[in-house]
């Protein structure tokens, strides 16, 4: 088995303790990690909402990508992969 592979399993092991929220895309439903926007101070904030997941299930995310989390809408800002297979979307609300 070579790396690639091993890297794979153990990010779906990983996931599976892990994910708080299901996004759906047009493609179907992801299990990630969703945070919402918050400051506590200002030292410590997340000034946008953002869902983690799967770098393999997010090839075909791109800027301005629909997904719905929690019966909410959201909108791709930007897609930044860590390089150890994940990715992270930084998202916004999509206006009703």
């Known amino acids: ?5 091993l890297e794979q399993r153990l990010n779906a092991r990983i996931m599976e303790k892990v994910a708080n929220a299901t996004a759906t895309f047009g493609f179907g439903d992801v ?15 997340n ?3 953002a869902f983690q997941m799967d770098a393999e299930l997010a090839v075909n995310v791109s800027r301005n990508v629909e997904l719905t989390i929690n019966d909410v809408a959201y909108s791709v800002t930007a897609k930044e992969p860590d390089g150890s297979g994940w990715v992270l979307l930084k998202l916004e609300l999509v206006d009703a």
């Open 47 to 49: 000034p946008f909402p």
């Open 1 to 5: 088995m070579n790396f690639e592979d």
């Open 31 to 45: 299990r990630g990690i969703f945070t919402k926007d918050f400051a506590l101070n200002d030292l410590v904030q």
